[in-house]
């Protein structure tokens, strides 16, 4: 094999996924699928960089939650608000991930694109996680940097399908795991268009728009891309929708969900983790015909 996917231990999964490909790419095979049909999805949350004990974006809006809270005092009666201002990871963890990413969404809400993603960048540039000791944008998964480089050698189109802010993904996407802007889908707020002389800005606004989570995601992936994947990669019960709309295609089809199950290199955790369980897509993952990828036994190097 070379050094295709090596960081992925050899066996059962990293076959599934190599025979998977072959088929695909074989001309005049019965599972050739065109290139301009090989679509793969990857959630990015706890799927491409780490996630616990709570997403990146999270500890972002830690801190710039005090400026909103002086702006709209009300927001601190809030339990999400009040959790972030109290920097209370415990409570947070008990929170479901749609009432703790509307607060995140709304800090930023009267920036500029422009400017969101400025803020967001510098703060990414030096902000370090928790428990790794390690630049956030170093916390992601090497094993996934080579699959989503070997799937675009083989003529796949990759997308980031997020429950994340679309915009604060696609502000590390394209430098971190090769995927461009216009191929990042994710939970938008509402935003205006304002026209002045010689000037057009985006503004970013305090509703919500699309939290593109479980059943949202599979509409946004028709929505924006309008072909269904033939690959979908994920890691909980929010990316569940997505994985069966990608198998319920017809040919040949994988969905894969990752299975946070090594304690030493990372972490382990599945449906006692609130914010974002695993537990029935791994209970029916045979059913679904979905394939559990061990983080502990799949993979060889966890980070990158």
Same mark, same amino acid.
């Given at each position: 094999?070379?050094?295709?996917?090596?960081?992925?231990?050899?066996?059962?999964?990293?076959?599934?996924?190599?025979?998977?490909?072959?088929?695909?790419?074989?001309?005049?095979?019965?599972?050739?699928?065109?290139?301009?049909?090989?679509?793969?999805?990857?959630?990015?949350?706890?799927?491409?960089?780490?996630?616990?004990?709570?997403?990146?974006?999270?500890?972002?809006?830690?801190?710039?939650?005090?400026? =909103?809270?002086?702006?709209?005092?009300?927001? !601190?009666?809030?339990?999400?608000?009040?959790?972030?201002? /109290? *920097? +209370?990871? $415990? %409570?947070?963890?008990?929170?479901?991930?749609?009432?703790?990413?509307?607060?995140?969404?709304?800090?930023?809400?009267?920036?500029?694109?422009?400017?969101?993603?400025?803020?967001?960048?510098?703060?990414?540039?030096?902000?370090?996680?928790?428990?790794?000791?390690?630049?956030?944008?170093?916390?992601?998964?090497?094993?996934?940097?080579?699959?989503?480089?070997?799937?675009?050698?083989?003529?796949?189109?990759?997308?980031?399908?997020?429950?994340?802010?679309?915009?604060?993904?696609?502000?590390?996407?394209?430098?971190?795991?090769?995927?461009?802007?216009?191929?990042?889908?994710?939970?938008?707020?509402?935003?205006?268009?304002? =026209?002045?002389?010689?000037?057009?800005?985006? !503004?970013?606004?305090?509703?919500?728009?699309?939290?593109? /989570? *479980? +059943?949202? $995601? %599979?509409?946004?992936?028709?929505?924006?891309?309008?072909?269904?994947?033939?690959?979908?990669?994920?890691?909980?019960?929010?990316?569940?929708?997505?994985?069966?709309?990608?198998?319920?295609?017809?040919?040949?089809?994988?969905?894969?969900?990752?299975?946070?199950?090594?304690?030493?290199?990372?972490?382990?955790?599945?449906?006692?983790?609130?914010?974002?369980?695993?537990?029935?897509?791994?209970?029916?993952?045979?059913?679904?015909?979905?394939?559990?990828?061990?983080?502990?036994?799949?993979?060889?190097?966890?980070?990158?």
């Amino acid at each position: 094999m070379g050094t295709v996917l090596a960081s992925w231990n050899d066996g059962v999964t990293r076959q599934a996924i190599v025979d998977f490909v072959a088929e695909v790419t074989k001309s005049g095979g019965d599972g050739f699928v065109p290139p301009s049909e090989r679509i793969a999805v990857f959630d990015n949350d706890g799927t491409l960089w780490a996630e616990y004990p709570l997403y990146v974006q999270i500890y972002f809006v830690l801190s710039e939650v005090e400026r =909103l809270a002086t702006a709209d005092p009300a927001l !601190r009666d809030k339990p999400a608000f009040k959790a972030l201002l /109290d *920097h +209370d990871v $415990k %409570a947070l963890q008990q929170l479901p991930k749609r009432e703790i990413f509307e607060p995140a969404f709304a800090v930023h809400a009267g920036m500029t694109i422009e400017e969101f993603r400025a803020t967001a960048s510098g703060w990414l540039a030096a902000a370090k996680h928790p428990k790794y000791g390690r630049l956030f944008t170093s916390c992601i998964y090497q094993p996934q940097l080579e699959l989503m480089d070997y799937l675009r050698g083989n003529g796949f189109k990759v997308f980031i399908v997020t429950g994340g802010g679309v915009e604060f993904v696609r502000v590390v996407a394209e430098r971190l795991y090769g995927v461009p802007p216009e191929q990042v889908i994710g939970s938008s707020t509402r935003a205006k268009l304002e =026209l002045g002389p010689g000037s057009a800005q985006i !503004r970013k606004l305090a509703e919500l728009g699309s939290f593109d /989570d *479980h +059943d949202e $995601k %599979a509409v946004n992936i028709a929505l924006h891309i309008g072909r269904r994947p033939i690959l979908a990669f994920g890691n909980s019960d929010g990316d569940l929708a997505m994985l069966r709309y990608t198998l319920a295609g017809p040919g040949k089809r994988l969905a894969l969900v990752l299975h946070h199950d090594d304690g030493e290199r990372e972490a382990a955790y599945d449906r006692r983790f609130l914010v974002s369980p695993l537990a029935e897509t791994l209970d029916r993952a045979d059913e679904y015909g979905i394939k559990v990828v061990s983080m502990q036994r799949d993979w060889g190097r966890v980070f990158a």
